[in-house]
């Protein structure tokens, strides 16, 4: 329960806001506080099972940020629990820190601090600068995971860059964070001079005291808001959580673009295994690992050290055979349709015989690299202790990087193999496992893959058992005006407080149109054609206009086949980038001239193009899923095996939330007014069309 004076904190907190900003007060957020502070208030109530949990959708224009900042930030500091804020892009984390918070600290009167948090890598490593500066930049101290896809940066070009960083943090002019430097860095420079959790000695390491990250993370501590992204908090929490952000027991998390929550913990649960690159990965190891054998600071290990190359071999010969085996499995004629040309989905998840027993020996041999690494890098910390004469620190420390990296490989091939060791037959739901087909110098690769279907599992044992509580909220929380889609997914507890807020948005001012055509995205050239033929006179007149496809290849051919009059008022995604591609837009619009952006999905999302920048949304198509996509299929084949329609409980619902995101590209103030042309006939023509147009927002509609 919340006391009185928390309680009273919160609603002083929100009528100071609104009348210092002159701001109107809206139903839905208000309704929004409400609903976040009772859940809340069941925080250590102890009359159920895990965390506490509210999933809210709150329409555009609601003002989610502010109604979840004072209803929580209160209660984290009453209860003395942590309040960390994801997002899932850096747009929104930038906004939140730059403008929200502040102006919500500046006219609430809440007494709070907050900080950014990033990951490892989004910092310079002290350790690995010096070292790329004393050997050359193109010295590898660590070894790649794919060495055939890692081309280091030519010393010509990493050493100034290089030698510029240091003189900036030698004067006080750059903090080491990447997204603070003044100008883009090229990946490959930029990986010679960061570490993961693997390689880095934490604490022992002597540029500690001056280490960016950890100053960084030392300020996570003393803050009262931690704002970050999904993956990092998926991140924490795979370690077993605390390690990078506060532990879950003490934290209160709000999902802010909480939809995409699911999909992000799949990532993180999810394995791989290119077959050619862990062959080169071996030899480079067994390498590293003589240089190792033949210093006789090492004497004590040599035990160790002198199997591991021996473990190694054995895992180069079960990986040949793993590709005999697919070689056979994945040919044309042996696959009865399944072959794309891209990969081979293994139905139902089944690992058949022929490939469980060469997994089955790779997931133990990858164990024993597993515990062999472990010891290593265990003797390094001791040596960088001081534990062991015979080794150096500074020399340890440099160890302690290398077989740092071979952990860190061998325990995410040790994930998959341990996928591929059983045949999968008893997994409710079942995991995808498929194999990537690839191709280059005229021969064909394989890479293995691996995924949960649903992230409910991941997230029940990792977020929702164990956090103080969990708010998540986006606009688009409901597919087909419920929260079963959500709830399937991420594993939300029943339990949980649901609701959808009210926009603040007259719908009225924007019309849903669905013109006449005489075909329907079934037959993709006639429907390519369509649209070519509609285009120029549906964009004739507009200002600003977004014009979004759910295929690149008939994007493309609209493009290609309009007029030149309008295609150079067209700007195609691909040829810049996306906010170039918003900044040119903006820019021939405040010109006084118009334009078009013909965009993919990235576009349907996350995209504010307020008044004039975008009065037309026109819609190519309803946005189902790519029917090939292995973890899609996978999903369906589940669901159907148990009876069910998959088309209905999963193609449908993700749809219909695809578009509700992509009309929302139409109204973003209150002033706001235009169209949305849908190019899609199955709206009225299917029996889920209905559905469908009943789940948008309640434009009028002009139905041809």
């Not at 809440?110 to 010096?130: H, W």
């Not at 995991?431 to 599992?457: H, T």
Request: charged share 25%; proline share 5%; net charge negative.
């Amino acid at each position: 329960m919340l006391d009185d004076s928390t309680k009273q904190q919160i609603r002083n907190a929100y009528f100071r806001l609104v009348e210092e900003k002159s701001l109107s007060p809206r139903r839905g957020q208000r309704q929004m506080i409400a609903d976040i502070a009772n859940a809340l208030a069941r925080i250590g109530g102890g009359d159920e099972e895990g965390a506490p949990v509210c999933v809210i959708e709150a329409g555009t224009g609601t003002g989610k940020t502010i109604a979840y900042a004072v209803a929580a930030i209160p209660v984290a500091r009453a209860l003395g629990k942590k309040l960390i804020i994801s997002t899932a892009t850096i747009a929104l984390q930038e906004q939140l820190v730059n403008k929200d918070l502040p102006d919500i600290r500046r006219h609430s009167g809440l007494e709070f601090d907050f900080v950014l948090a990033k990951g490892r890598r989004r910092y310079v490593c002290l350790s690995r600068l010096d070292k790329a500066l004393d050997l050359g930049a193109q010295e590898q101290a660590v070894i790649p995971l794919y060495p055939d896809e890692f081309i280091p940066a030519a010393s010509s070009e990493a050493l100034p860059v290089y030698t510029e960083m240091l003189d900036a943090l030698g004067r006080g002019e750059w903090d080491g964070d990447r997204d603070n430097w003044p100008r883009e860095i090229p990946e490959d420079i930029w990986f010679g001079v960061t570490t993961d959790h693997r390689q880095c000695t934490g604490r022992r390491c002597p540029n500690v005291g001056q280490c960016s990250f950890f100053r960084a993370r030392d300020a996570l501590q003393n803050t009262d808001v931690i704002v970050t992204n999904h993956d990092l908090v998926l991140s924490d929490l795979a370690l077993g959580g605390g390690v990078i952000l506060s532990a879950p027991e003490e934290t209160i998390y709000i999902f802010d673009e909480g939809h995409h929550l699911p999909d992000i913990a799949l990532n993180h649960f999810s394995g791989f295994c290119r077959l050619s690159s862990s062959q080169q990965w071996a030899e480079e190891c067994k390498k590293q690992l003589a240089l190792a054998a033949a210093q006789r600071g090492f004497a004590e290990f040599s035990s160790i050290i002198n199997r591991i190359p021996g473990t190694l071999d054995e895992v180069v010969l079960c990986l040949n055979q793993v590709e005999q085996v697919l070689e056979a499995l994945v040919e044309p004629e042996a696959l009865a349709g399944n072959f794309n040309n891209q990969h081979y989905r293994l139905p139902h998840g089944h690992v058949p015989e022929g490939l469980r027993l060469p997994g089955l020996n790779l997931a133990q041999l990858f164990d024993k690299l597993v515990s062999d690494f472990q010891r290593l890098e265990r003797g390094m910390e001791d040596a960088m202790d001081g534990e062991l004469a015979q080794l150096g620190k500074a020399e340890a420390e440099a160890w302690f990087s290398v077989f740092g990296a071979m952990l860190s490989r061998a325990e995410g091939n040790q994930q998959l193999w341990q996928a591929y060791a059983v045949s999968g037959e008893a997994d409710e739901p079942p995991m995808a496992r498929w194999i990537n087909v690839l191709s280059g110098n005229g021969q064909a690769g394989f890479e293995l893959r691996c995924s949960p279907i649903l992230a409910a599992g991941i997230l029940q044992e990792y977020l929702w058992e164990r956090a103080a509580a969990v708010v998540a909220t986006s606009a688009t929380m409901t597919a087909l005006n419920s929260f079963e889609r959500f709830i399937l997914h991420s594993g939300a507890p029943r339990s949980g407080i649901f609701k959808v807020v009210p926009s603040p948005f007259d719908y009225s001012n924007a019309t849903l149109r669905v013109p006449a055509m005489d075909c329907d995205p079934g037959d993709p050239e006639a429907h390519t054609q369509a649209i070519i033929e509609l285009l120029p006179e549906l964009l004739e007149g507009e200002t600003g206009s977004l014009v979004l496809f759910s295929s690149r290849r008939q994007m493309s051919d609209v493009y290609a086949g309009l007029p030149g009059t309008v295609r150079e008022k067209i700007l195609l995604q691909g040829d810049y980038s996306k906010q170039e591609t918003l900044r040119r837009h903006r820019e021939a619009i405040d010109a006084g001239g118009s334009s078009a952006i013909f965009g993919l999905a990235s576009f349907s999302e996350g995209v504010d193009l307020p008044g004039r920048y975008c009065s037309h949304v026109v819609i190519a198509k309803i946005p189902f899923a790519v029917p090939d996509s292995p973890l899609e299929s996978a999903l369906a084949e589940w669901v159907e095996s148990q009876g069910r329609n998959a088309f209905m409980e999963i193609s449908v619902p993700d749809a219909a939330l695809r578009l509700l995101q992509a009309s929302g590209r139409l109204l973003r103030t209150e002033q706001d007014i235009g169209k949305v042309t849908l190019l899609d006939r199955r709206v009225v023509t299917r029996r889920y069309g209905k559905a469908i147009l009943d789940s948008l927002p309640p434009f009028k509609r002009e139905v041809d």
